[in-house]
């Protein structure tokens, strides 16, 4: 409880001093709402004593006690919009900054974190265990740390008039703060199991709404719904359980304030009666007892959230913290563009060796592409350069330079991608176009958007570049999609093009358009290109004949076509399938 609250302080940074002052005014805030019952009660008192002495009251009083009420009142208000003012807005502020942390920190992994680590885990941390911290976090420090001050002070004022209900209060706040420490140890043994059971019910809905195509084309509503009941219901029952087992403590801590508010009611009494308290004073005392712990009844609140607390920012930390991949990296500036792999060997974790001391060389300005059976290392090839992924063994350097010399950014500021299954934004198509290049102008924006041949279908649009498509482009046909990715790589305009079956869903169709569009994208470039359509490979400058995991032939079209061997065979697969003939 103790360290999640250090945790939660050090988290603020350099707004500390925001929360420290929001201290201050909710200290205030709460003396506050307490003192007009505390004026409320002694005017009381001061009217009994002047009936029972038959001496007369002071009518003025009356008065000064209402101003006082009111002053009271309003000044209540205003130290606790001075405390929202001073700490709300801590929270929202840093957890903006963390969210954007966490992207860039998922930009620098190796892609295998994202096999290891599930998609539901990460959106869980990213969307419920931020806004846990968002909404919750300062307000628990403030709850905690504000009502033990708060006490604090009502503490050390009863000290000054009664020792005696002093200790009786100080009594009632030890007994209830051993039952938080029960709260907080049962949270903290829960609260693992507690975000794990939404991690995989989040798991569930997203596997449910993603496979809803394939749902919906058996007809297996039912069998579907299966794993989404099953974690709804443990997440349910998860939950229920927690809730069960807090509560007892709960009632606990709340009983011993409440205890302690009679037991001080009581004293207070026995003191009046006896007289060893005014009539006045003995009245504040006995009003004042039942809010004198209001500001501690809610911390069993706090030490219940701050055990999820701490385990959504362990959460996070791991996201923030993950092992970057090019954390040793530098900004390196290229003067050209060769690449070469040496010896490079790569296999996915916990799976088989997929590249076998692959080693070729591309110079820059050339086009080299890569053909071979599925499975066979084609695309691992391509995420190696743009390092996605640390080569196992080897070497793969770019214009003389270890790839693992970079940052990611710096790495592939040099590259542009162009994939078969295209991925747009759920944004505008200017914004998807210009997503290689924020700070372009209009004119170079349409300027790719013609070489890529889509400006045309895209003025047609509802509204023009400004038309938003929907979540991975959804409102577009594939051939649209790719020719707008196209587009984006242009814009882009980096010196070493990666085509991965760029064209390898296109329909007839399309397929002329995407094929001047890739051509006016590639003039002057470095290109690799996986393909299976001839037209896209006898002309190239080098081919790579890739089998299990092995480069096997090298070289241009007419000669491999000599050869006996992988492709030979492939183009004989190609012409019986497209038509063709060799000559």
Same mark, same amino acid.
């Given at each position: 409880m103790f360290k999640t609250l250090k945790r939660i302080i050090n988290w603020c940074g350099d707004l500390k001093s925001k929360l420290y002052i929001g201290f201050v005014f909710s200290f205030f805030s709460h003396l506050f709402s307490a003192m007009p019952i505390m004026v409320a009660a002694y005017t009381i008192g001061l009217l009994i004593t002047s009936i029972q002495s038959g001496k007369p009251f002071d009518t003025k009083w009356v008065l000064y006690s209402f101003e006082m009420i009111a002053g009271l009142v309003i000044l209540r208000f205003a130290f606790d919009y001075m405390r929202s003012k001073f700490q709300e807005g801590i929270s929202y502020e840093l957890v903006a900054k963390d969210r954007l942390a966490i992207g860039d920190a998922l930009k620098r992994v190796s892609l295998g974190y994202f096999e290891q680590n599930s998609t539901g885990n990460i959106l869980n941390s990213i969307t419920t265990g931020l806004n846990v911290l968002e909404n919750m976090g300062i307000r628990m420090v403030d709850d905690f740390i504000g009502g033990y001050l708060n006490f604090l002070v009502v503490f050390l004022c009863l000290l000054c008039f009664s020792p005696v209900t002093a200790l009786i209060a100080l009594a009632g706040v030890v007994a209830s703060f051993l039952f938080l420490l029960l709260i907080?140890?049962?949270?903290?043994?829960?609260?693992?199991?507690?975000?794990?059971?939404g991690q995989n019910l989040q798991e569930a809905v997203l596997e449910y709404v993603h496979g809803l195509p394939t749902v919906k084309s058996f007809g297996q509503g039912g069998a579907s719904m299966q794993a989404m009941k099953t974690a709804a219901r443990e997440n349910r029952d998860i939950r229920l359980k927690i809730e069960y087992g807090f509560t007892p403590a709960n009632c606990g801590h709340l009983l011993m304030l409440k205890i302690a508010s009679v037991a001080l009611a009581g004293a207070a009494c026995y003191l009046g009666l006896t007289g060893a308290m005014e009539l006045p004073i003995m009245l504040m005392f006995v009003f004042f007892s039942f809010s004198i712990f209001a500001s501690l009844e809610p911390i069993s609140d706090s030490a219940h959230v701050l055990s999820v607390i701490d385990a959504a920012m362990d959460q996070i930390d791991a996201l923030k913290e993950g092992n970057f991949i090019d954390s040793d990296g530098k900004d390196i500036r290229l003067s050209n563009f060769d690449i070469a792999f040496d010896h490079v060997k790569f296999?996915?974790?916990?799976?088989?060796? &997929?590249?076998?001391?692959?080693?070729?060389?591309?110079?820059?300005?050339?086009?080299?592409?890569? #053909? @071979?059976?599925?499975?066979?290392?084609?695309?691992? &090839?391509?995420?190696?350069?743009?390092?996605?992924?640390?080569?196992?063994?080897?070497?793969?350097? #770019? @214009?003389?330079?270890?790839?693992?010399e970079f940052t990611c950014d710096s790495l592939l500021s040099n590259i542009s991608m162009v994939f078969q299954n295209v991925y747009l934004f759920n944004d505008t198509i200017r914004n998807n176009i210009c997503f290689g290049k924020p700070d372009a102008t209009e004119q170079e924006m349409i300027a790719a958007a013609k070489k890529a041949r889509c400006h045309e279908f895209i003025m047609e649009l509802p509204d023009g570049y400004d038309t938003v498509i929907g979540e991975g482009g959804g409102t577009l046909s594939g051939g649209q999609k790719q020719r707008i990715s196209i587009a984006r790589a242009m814009l882009k305009d980096a010196p070493i093009i990666i085509l991965d079956e760029a064209t390898a869903s296109i329909d007839p169709e399309n397929e002329h358009l995407i094929q001047e569009a890739i051509s006016q994208l590639t003039k002057g470039k470095t290109i690799i290109t996986i393909a299976h359509r001839l037209a896209t490979i006898e002309n190239a400058d080098q081919i790579l004949v890739v089998d299990d995991g092995r480069i096997v032939q090298k070289g241009t079209h007419k000669e491999l076509i000599r050869e006996k061997g992988r492709y030979l065979d492939f183009i004989k697969v190609r012409e019986e399938a497209e038509g063709w003939q060799i000559k």
């Open positions: 907080s140890r049962y949270s903290t043994k829960n609260a693992p199991v507690e975000t794990k059971a296999g996915y974790e916990n799976g088989r060796e &997929i590249l076998k001391d692959v080693t070729f060389e591309i110079p820059e300005k050339t086009t080299t592409a890569i #053909v @071979g059976p599925s499975g066979s290392g084609k695309s691992t &090839i391509c995420n190696l350069l743009a390092r996605f992924y640390d080569v196992n063994g080897g070497s793969i350097k #770019v @214009g003389g330079h270890d790839v693992r």
